[in-house]
């Protein structure tokens, strides 16, 4: 039973561009959340996807933007990247928005 | 009222000794108390949840404690190994708000 997968596993971005992240839930999750970790800290939420839409989110900007596809998995879209945009971005994967969540390994975002 | 503050923030523990990790919220909305472990480059593992109709759940070495009334919980590493080392992030959840909010993070180091 595969778990929750994420790639890339590592990328390096420069001011100003835009990145693209992957997430593939849990087989039989349909709910996938997005956390931001920066170094030494805890996961802070993004937003949730469910039935295809953003449930709820969290405190970040419009840079920040999602998608989930029929299959479940999701993507998570950085507009206009910063220096602090660098962290560990992960992906969380459930039975429905409320049931607990699974994580993926992470992808280690920095941009220079 | 959405934070939860986790102490303390390292934590160095003798092999066979008892971790203790606490964690303190105000949102008495919250419903789902879950711990997660961390590895480095790893994303997090839950290991132990709880809900805050019961005082207490034990779960092989691990132990969650439980006080509704001072809004506290606590994890409680029993027999403590080497193996353990990692950080540690409590959390919570309320069922009708979907996000999860992390503590801050505790590292335990335990010396063989």
């Known amino acids: 039973d595969a778990g929750v997968t994420q790639s890339p596993t590592h990328l390096i971005k420069t001011r100003g561009q835009q990145v693209t992240l992957r997430c593939s839930p849990k087989s039989g999750h349909d709910t996938v959340s997005w956390y931001q970790q920066a170094l030494g800290q805890g996961p802070q939420f993004i937003f949730q996807y469910y039935e295809e839409e953003e449930r709820q989110r969290g405190n970040f900007p419009d840079r920040f933007s999602g998608h989930q596809f029929p299959n479940y998995s999701s993507e998570l879209n950085v507009n206009a990247l910063l220096l602090g945009d660098s962290a560990l971005y992960l992906c969380a994967s459930s039975l429905g928005p409320t049931d607990t969540q699974y994580f993926g390994p992470g992808t280690r975002l920095t941009v220079l | 009222q959405q934070q939860v503050k986790q102490s303390p923030q390292s934590l160095i523990v003798q092999k066979g000794g008892i971790s203790i990790i606490n964690c303190a919220y105000e949102n008495t909305a919250f419903d789902y108390f879950p711990w997660y472990q961390q590895f480095p480059g790893k994303g997090p593992a839950l290991l132990i949840a709880i809900r805050p109709d019961v005082s207490e759940k034990k779960e092989g070495r691990f132990t969650i404690s439980f006080n509704k009334s001072a809004k506290q919980f606590s994890l409680h590493i029993m027999d403590s190994q080497p193996g353990d080392s990692a950080t540690y992030f409590c959390?919570?959840?309320?069922?009708?708000?979907?996000?999860?909010?992390f503590g801050a993070g505790t590292r335990l180091f335990v010396k063989a």
């Open positions: 959390a919570a959840t309320h069922t009708g708000g979907f996000k999860t909010i």
